[in-house]
């Protein structure tokens, strides 16, 4: 009597067999929690590509290591000497640009076009000018009690 009210399109398919139902159940599973299959095959083949990688430089060092060695009195130098030239070369470049950064930074204060940090500079140019003025008035107020002083001591002077 059940099986007189299902229509035809809701009946069952046969069964397969185990294995192929376990398959199936295991990628529909995967299939529902995956995001998005394209982000399963994109992850599968950026895998299999590092796994390719990996395997070839170590291929490529186990069969270029006898070669290296051999010929590492000659390599040694060379890469030493290329360093120490790559490491000079650079430096140079750095302190050229650190150069050519302070002139620029120099020829807008100058001019009065207020460079970044400009403020700082005019600030601690009065903190030394009110300084240097604060002791110069006083040696002014206290140079003749250090005069007499120094006289008190050496009298014949």
């Known amino acids: 009597m059940a ?4 229509n035809p399109s809701q009946q069952r398919a046969p069964r397969p067999n185990n294995s192929t139902c376990s398959i199936a159940s295991f990628l529909r ?3 529902s929690h995956a995001p998005n299959s394209g ?14 990688a990996v395997t070839t430089t170590i291929f490529g060092v186990i069969f270029f290591a006898p070669l290296i060695l051999i ?12 360093f120490i030239s790559a490491a000079g070369f650079l430096s140079i470049c750095g302190f050229g640009v650190v ?15 207020n460079p970044p940090g400009s403020g700082r500079v005019d600030y601690a140019r009065s903190r030394i000018y009110d300084t240097a003025s ?8 206290y140079g003749g009690y250090l005069q ?10």
């Not at 099986?3 to 299902?6: A, K, P």
């Not at 982000?39 to 390719?52: D, P």
């Not at 002791?135 to 002014?140: E, G, L, T």
């Open 71 to 82: 010929s590492s009195p000659i390599w040694v130098p060379i890469g030493t000497v290329i």
């Open 39 to 52: 982000f399963f095959i994109s992850g599968s083949i950026l895998l299999l590509l590092t796994g390719v």
């Open 148 to 157: 007499s002083k120094v006289k008190d001591a050496a009298p014949g002077a």
């Open 99 to 113: 150069v050519a950064t302070t002139l620029s930074w120099m020829y807008r204060y100058f001019k009065g076009l």
């Open 29 to 31: 599973k995967l299939h």
């Open 3 to 6: 099986d007189r009210d299902r």
């Open 134 to 141: 604060h002791v110069k008035d006083y040696a002014r107020e």
